[in-house]
């Protein structure tokens, strides 16, 4: 079992979103983004990617947690929408190809928007983290945007863990596969008090 799953099964995941993701209603008015293909990378308990489906959304949410997606799936039935959930490692699970029922193949320039909340900042500085945004790079249509929220190194972190990023190390691991359209230091959780410091970026593809 995975440190990823445990922590689902035991309720641990302070930093599951109460309701969603509370800066994606600023993202949506601030690049007049109304419709279209998402894919939600590291989607959790899939409260971000069901608030996109009931706005119109055609969502694919993946986390590498199995009860994390179970339980997604149920809340999407509960609310009454469709989001396409799936289980596996990206981008190790997830090979480009046709986009299939029955698989998790993801087909490439397929999505107008990709979205992750504390996903990237797990997968360190190297290869493994090149080769999850090339992959999501690839997943992308021309114009389509990269809306990333990760853990900063500035701010008042007040011992936040170890999975930190400065504005220079986000930009430097960008900047070959990403166009920075947006960046500020804001926090990760808006209106919670404490929340611990996030740069948001907005991206598109090169």
């Known amino acids: 079992m995975t440190w990823w799953e445990s922590a689902y099964r035991c309720g641990h995941v302070n930093w599951d979103p109460g309701e969603y993701d509370g800066h994606l ?51 999407a039935q509960r609310r009454g929408v469709k989001v396409d959930f799936r289980c596996g490692e990206f981008p190790a699970d997830f090979p480009a190809g046709s986009f299939g029922e029955t698989d998790n193949a993801l087909r490439l320039g397929a999505f107008d928007l990709a979205v992750e909340r504390g996903f990237l900042q797990h997968f360190g500085r190297g290869r493994q983290l090149q080769r999850a945004l090339r992959r999501i790079a690839q997943l992308l249509r021309p114009q389509a945007l990269f809306y990333s929220l990760i853990t900063a190194r500035e701010g008042n972190r007040r011992g936040w863990g170890s999975s930190l990023w400065s504005e220079a190390e986000i930009r430097a691991a960008m900047q070959e596969l990403f166009l920075i359209r947006y960046m500020e230091l804001s926090v990760f959780t808006p209106g919670e008090a404490g929340s611990m410091p996030a740069w948001l970026s907005v991206m598109s593809p090169k």
């Open 25 to 75: 209603p600023w993202l949506l008015d601030r690049f007049e983004i109304r419709c279209g293909r998402v894919i939600d990378l590291g989607c959790g308990t899939g409260k971000s990617a069901v608030w996109l489906a009931e706005r119109g959304f055609d969502v694919v949410g993946i986390d590498f947690a199995p009860t994390a997606v179970r339980q997604a799936q149920a809340l």
